[in-house]
């Protein structure tokens, strides 16, 4: 089954098109069942963010897949007037995995590098965990991931010259202000990006800091600490008359500035320029308050022309996470390719360890005078013979597995041959998801042992609980496998 990314970004949709379509974290649950629950979706995981829209799955069929997804995200557009498809992308295959690293690595980013985005892709991870979307292969996929992010960000210059979003804000508040040391600069919000931008506020030097926020005490413990002061909501008209820049990162669904509420103090101002940079999405300030004289607003997508020279020091980095991606790319596609060889491996030892079954009953029935204790001995060797005679066949057929799905297949056939194996006893996916065989009937075939894991009750639950039924299987056998 392929993996399958299909989304939207800073790169492909302006913001006004993302904002209709991006799902919130309240929102995130039932999105991730709504897609799972789509025909062919057997994994799903979903990364939102101010700048973008991915979803990634693992579907039985690419093609359906795609329409699926893409029909479900024009749903969300549905009350836009500009289509949304023209704007979507869809990667597969090692394309897919290939730009998940890249995005936790903050290669993507509208800011390159900005560490935010790392702690984004963990969001998802748990969020898809949270629900039961995520199974074994988008786990150890955006597992993968993550690992390459933290590696970039300490093996390389890629996250040391701050160009966060934040601190974007504050370079273009500074590019539009005449001395922003001395400028009023007042936060909107209190939450993850408002805390970055009063953090780069202070790096910068600015002397007067305010904060806004629609619970006080959270915009008061944030601004006090920099010695800045606290407004409460219901004084908003008075924090507008006061800032010189007004930096907007809220969390809110809606706009929380208003052209009303501009008009109500831009008489008073006396013609003093007011700068809003709104960092939020959906935006936190209407467009219209650029109407007025004197008044100027910038959204997330003005950000890219107030990078600074940091950009191009991380940009000398980029060779550097490149070199990180691909090992961490080489290591899932290599886990991803011994998956297929899991059905031989587990027919193969399973046959073994019904001869040597057989065999020991038959010496134990030889043997009545054998007490427990050398009983035991005895079983423990021919569990021990069998565990080291196939130990290296299945290092190897997971070995050639890994190198490519050609000279894996050959393994393969190979191995069935040498053991006799009947074809088609356990077939797997492209995946690696182990099935048991078809009845003559059609039927899936479940050996009594495993009637309670059966694949009906596999098929009715998410993805977790089709892997919690292979490793049921692969539990079943004693052998050093960790390839699953």
Known sequence: MPIITVGLSHRTAPVDLRERVTIDESELPTALCQIHALPGIEEVLILSTCNRLEIYAVAQDFASARRSIEDFLCRRAANTDEPLRPHLYVLDGEASI????????????????????????????????????????????????????????????????????????????????????????????????????????????????????????????????????????????????WADVVIAATGSPHTVIHKEEVAEIHA??????????????????????????????????????????NLAQREAARPDVEVVIAEEMSAFVQWHNSRRAIPTVVEMRRKVESIAQDELAEALALLPELSEREEEIVRRLVHRLVNKVLHE??????????????????????????????????????????????????????????????????????????????????????WPWNGA
């Open 268 to 309: 008073q101002r006396q013609g003093r320029p007011l700068v809003f940079v709104d960092i939020a999405l959906p935006r936190d300030v209407e467009a219209d308050v650029a109407d007025f004289d004197g008044v100027f607003c910038y959204d997330i997508d003005d950000l890219r022309a107030t990078l600074d020279a």
């Open 393 to 478: 066949p299945t290092v190897q057929l997971k070995a050639a597995a890994a190198e490519s799905p050609e000279v894996g297949a050959e393994y393969v056939h190979a191995v069935r041959a040498l053991f006799d194996l009947m074809p088609n006893v356990l077939t797997a996916d492209t995946n690696g998801a182990i099935h048991p065989p078809l009845s003559e009937n059609g039927a899936n075939c479940v050996h009594p042992s495993h009637r309670s894991h059966n694949v009906t009750h596999t098929a009715a639950c998410p993805a977790r609980h089709r892997d919690e039924e292979q490793a049921h299987v692969l539990a079943t056998f004693s």
């Open 98 to 241: 290939s730009h998940l690293m890249h995005v936790a690595c903050g290669l993507d980013s509208l800011i390159l590098g900005e560490p935010q985005i790392l702690g984004q892709v963990n969001f998802a991870q748990s969020a898809a965990q949270q629900v039961g979307t995520l199974g074994m292969v988008l786990q150890r996929l955006v597992s993968g991931a993550i690992h390459a992010g933290k590696r970039a960000r300490a093996e390389t210059a890629i996250s040391r010259y701050t160009t966060s979003t934040s601190h974007a804000a504050v370079l273009l508040a500074a590019h539009h202000v005449a001395d922003l040391h001395n400028a009023r600069v007042l936060v909107i919000g209190a939450g993850e990006m408002a805390n970055l931008a009063i953090k780069a506020l202070h790096r910068e030097g600015v002397c007067y800091l305010g904060c806004i926020n629609r619970t006080f005490s959270r915009a008061e413990a944030l601004v006090t600490a920099y010695g800045g002061q606290a407004f409460n909501w219901y004084h908003l008209a008075e924090a507008l008359l």
